[in-house]
């Protein structure tokens, strides 16, 4: 076998091993196997780049950088849908369309993804390009940052046609959400709203590298191309599947409105259960004939609603507001509820933001208020019942003192947050930072837990993280919970931290607004230290 030969059977291998992964859910090879084929076929790219390849499973790491994403026109428009609240209005649409069309009439049933609409045009099954939905007639160009997202098909299998466009939903898993917000938290940084605006904001990056970083998906929904081989809406989703394409199992072919119901029905109950986000369920005339003959509006296809669900709330008492204290210092008001079940699980608190969401919302201990789950993850208050108000109510007063150190807390002009200024005092960010310095993506310094910091804190035997260098055995036994191993465990993960590249050891320190994706190489480095150095005097 040449090297050319065994670069494409790498090639074939690897985009197999993604769609197995990615698509299938169903993983033949581990991460470590699949890792040692993908570092070869890296080394042969580069001995040969006469052998380069675009599309090749290699390219999905990123790099590319776009300053500007050019405006494209689409060759089908991309028309918006339009929405049903109620049973009513579907039966409505059933009755105009049974007007129009003769025949039974058939509907597929699909859950909506809440998440960014895409255009990809692939050509001899090669992805040409990936165009944002835009304004429904010309979109964004973000081809390199799709390539980078393992659902997407850079080469298709199969039967596919020639030239053909394929519309899907651009999404953020809702355990890729949630881990991405972690890490902006152990950066001190303010935790992304949402999936959906997060999954759109991150085509729009410009680097590609770092939209590969993102867990994002892909998940299909309609193939649009002229004298293409389908007559269903239905046989498309199945060809798409067939090609290589990510296509959910949530879909159904409805013989009657009754059966399109039964469908939303148990998705209303069940979308929780779901790893993405869905808003609604969209019914499509099956027949690509019909769908032809009824036409469209000036707006929207009249072959197609979009059924929405409703936002699932639940009203209950805020019982207390409290505070918490960050470890840069910030300020962040909670609400301690009376326990509520919204979305599938049980409410207890909810994130009150800071002093002006308050003030906007009047909110008030013991008022009655509405819950909603903010992207089906962060509960939020979104109104009070004031009708239920006790005349004795007061407005609440926000805080004006740290509630942990007492220091009189700062707000400076154009932020959100307060802050307590007491840097080297205040317990909770003493213990907060040490905390994220220990932590995983940190200094990942094993037999070190949060508690156990908290212990050593209250102990006296740190008040900064330099201090867990100096540790002796000794001291660490009297401590609760603390035998002989167990001390000895933690100053072994202490001297070997010392092994930590350096990035890494910058990250720890937990400057803010000082990312761990800032410092995933040295030129960046460079820069933050530069940027420090320049400073007299610096500490959060």
């Known amino acids: 076998m040449n090297i050319k030969e065994k670069i494409n059977q790498l090639r074939e291998e690897l985009n197999q091993h993604n769609y197995n992964y990615y698509v299938l859910d169903a993983p033949v090879i581990s991460d470590f196997e699949f890792d040692q084929m993908l570092k070869q076929l890296q080394q042969l790219e580069e001995q040969h780049p006469e052998f380069f390849d675009a599309n090749s499973p290699t390219q999905r790491v990123g790099g590319a950088v776009t300053k500007n994403f050019e405006t494209v026109a689409h060759e089908f428009p991309m028309h918006s849908l339009d929405n049903s609240y ?7 649409w059933e009755k105009r369309i049974k007007k129009m069309v003769d025949g039974t009439v058939q509907y597929t049933c699909e859950l909506k993804y809440d998440g960014a609409s895409m255009n990809l045009t692939y050509e001899n099954g090669i992805l040409l390009k990936a165009v944002t939905r835009g304004d429904g007639t010309q979109g964004d160009d973000v081809t390199n940052n799709v390539k980078t997202i393992r659902s997407v098909p850079l080469k298709l299998k199969g039967d596919f046609p020639q030239k053909f466009h394929i519309r899907g939903e651009i999404i953020l898993p809702l355990a890729g959400f949630a881990k991405m917000n972690e890490e902006r938290l152990e950066a001190g940084e303010e935790p ?3 999936p959906r605006n997060t999954a759109s904001g991150s085509l729009k990056l410009q680097d590609s590298a770092e939209v590969a970083r993102r867990p994002l998906d892909c998940l299909m929904y309609g193939i649009v191309g002229e004298r293409l081989p389908i007559k269903t809406q239905f046989e498309s989703l199945q060809k798409a599947k067939e090609w290589g394409f990510k296509v959910p199992d949530a879909c159904t072919l409805a013989n009657s409105m009754e059966e399109v119901l ?4 148990n998705w209303d109950v069940h979308r929780h259960e779901l790893p993405y986000e869905t808003d609604g369920v969209v019914i499509k005339v099956n027949n690509l004939y019909q769908q032809e003959e009824l036409g469209y509006t000036a707006k929207s296809p009249r072959w197609a609603m979009a059924f929405k669900f409703k936002t699932e709330q639940a009203e209950t008492v805020l019982e207390k507001i409290t505070y918490q204290v960050g470890r840069t210092g910030a300020i962040t008001p909670v609400a301690n509820l009376k326990p509520v079940q919204l979305a599938g699980t049980t409410v207890k608190r909810a994130s009150l933001h800071n002093a002006d969401q308050i003030e906007k919302l009047d909110i008030r201990e013991n008022d009655t208020v509405y819950v909603e789950k903010g992207g089906e993850i962060i509960p939020k208050i979104v109104g009070v019942d ?3 108000r006790s ?24 932020e959100a947050q307060h802050y307590c200024p007491n840097f ?6 003493i213990t907060g930072r040490v905390q994220h310095f220990i932590s995983r993506k940190a200094m990942d310094i094993e037999g070190l837990g949060g508690e156990t910091v908290e212990l050593l804190f209250k102990a006296g ?3 900064n993280y330099a201090d867990l260098y100096t540790l002796k055995v000794d001291q660490l036994l009297p401590l609760e919970r603390m035998a002989q191993k167990s001390a000895e465990n933690l100053v072994a993960g202490v001297e070997k931290s010392k092994e930590i590249p350096f990035e890494r050891v910058l990250f720890a320190l937990g400057i803010r607004f000082v990312g761990r994706l800032l410092l995933k190489n040295w030129q960046n480095t460079i820069r933050v230290l530069i940027c420090f150095s ?5 500490s959060s």
């Not at 109620?86 to 409505?92: C, F, I, M, T, V």
């Not at 005349?391 to 154009?414: H, W």
Request: charge should be neutral.
């Open 461 to 463: 035997l740190i008040k």
């Open 424 to 429: 080297y005092g205040c317990p909770p960010q």
């Open 386 to 388: 004031f009708s239920k």
């Open 86 to 92: 109620s049973e009513e209005d579907l039966l409505d």
């Open 534 to 538: 320049l400073q007299p005097k610096w």
């Open 192 to 194: 992304y709203a949402n």
């Open 262 to 265: 039964q469908f939303i029905h």
């Open 391 to 414: 005349i004795a109510s007061r407005p609440t007063q926000y805080i004006t003192q740290c509630p942990e150190c007492q220091t009189p807390l700062t707000r400076k002009e154009g």
